[in-house]
């Protein structure tokens, strides 16, 4: 019984979304991190790190790892007496649940990317689309999962292009992106590695006429803002999950691509008055920077801003 006290003090409850308490597991602080942008639920952070043994340690958020780097080896000791030794290449995905202790050892130079989702997520996903609340991720180290990588490599993308002011806390970022991505992935989890199959409650209708005018005349009206995803379905009454759902029933776009769609029309009407730079017009639409601006307008338009002003 002393030993397993003993055991419990050691073990280090680690809140991934504190850069001071990443610091007690990895040596190295982040290349890249969501930290100073508004995102709800998620987190988001790139690494590079040396070889390193942690201490034992338990994520306080679901956190789910892709190697980017070189191979390396990872040696991963589980609480329950789980071990696994493995081999790790480019776009390998391990998933930790929230809580749960393990000790890792890497035997190389390691670039990964980790996503924190916090936990009342999966509670109010599993009520709301599942039967009932009671469902368990387990872990799954190394395993290759398409999806989860894609949508990982998104928030990266994205993340890279976001200007970031340390100074205000409501920094510019792509919150309806990285909101969308929570859900996307958090019904994902809970499908594939939970601890027994769910039963999955199907929505056959979309929006109501109502609701979804509601929804139009939101998205129109905060366009030049940082959509939540949150704020947005609250303003219909829905749930995040829920409304994302339907939404794309009612108008074939999700909420992200259709507030997209809606920032690159504006976008065409205000460079054509000619009376706002590209950079401005960039933030008069609500993207973080011109550079986001211009990637995002090149794929719907098919050109870049400076080439449609030139037409």
């Not at 039967?131 to 989860?148: A, C, F, K, T, W």
């Not at 109501?208 to 303003?235: C, P, V, W």
Request: charged letters at 20%.
């Amino acid at each position: 019984m002393s030993q397993d006290r003993a055991s419990q003090k050691q073990t280090l409850a680690i809140d991934f979304t504190q850069e001071d308490a990443v610091s007690r597991v990895y040596p190295q602080a982040p290349l890249l991190s969501s930290k100073h942008l508004s995102w709800q639920g998620i987190h988001l952070s790139h690494y590079w790190q040396p070889p390193h043994e942690t201490p034992e340690y338990q994520p306080r958020q679901y956190l789910i790892c892709i190697h980017l780097g070189q191979p390396v080896t990872l040696q991963q000791q589980w609480q329950d007496g789980l071990s696994t030794n493995a081999f790790q290449s480019y776009g390998d995905v391990s998933i930790y649940p929230t809580m749960r202790s393990l000790r890792e050892t890497w035997n190389a130079d390691a670039e990964f990317l980790e996503i924190y989702l916090n936990p009342t997520l999966f509670s109010k996903v599993a009520y709301e689309s599942f039967d009932g609340d009671s469902l368990e991720v387990l872990p799954q180290p190394n395993i290759r999962d398409p999806l989860i990588q894609q949508l990982g490599l998104s928030l990266k993308s994205e993340l890279e292009t976001t200007v970031v002011d340390t100074s205000n806390i409501e920094s510019r970022g792509s919150r309806l992106l990285a909101e969308s991505v929570s859900s996307v992935i958090v019904v994902h989890l809970l499908k594939q590695y939970s601890s027994r199959k769910p039963i999955i409650r199907e929505y056959t209708d979309g929006l109501s006429q109502q609701k979804l005018q509601i929804a139009i005349e939101y998205i129109q009206a905060y366009l030049n803002t940082d959509i939540s995803l949150d704020k947005l379905s609250q303003a219909v009454g829905m749930s995040m999950h829920h409304f994302s759902r339907l939404f794309k029933k009612s108008v074939g776009y999700s909420p992200y691509q259709y507030v997209l769609k809606c920032r690159i029309e504006r976008a065409k009407m205000l460079l054509l008055q000619r009376q706002l730079s590209i950079a401005d017009v960039a933030f008069a639409v609500g993207f973080a920077s011109q550079s986001h601006f211009t990637q995002h307008f090149k794929r719907f338009v098919g050109i870049t801003p400076k080439q449609f002003l030139k037409q």
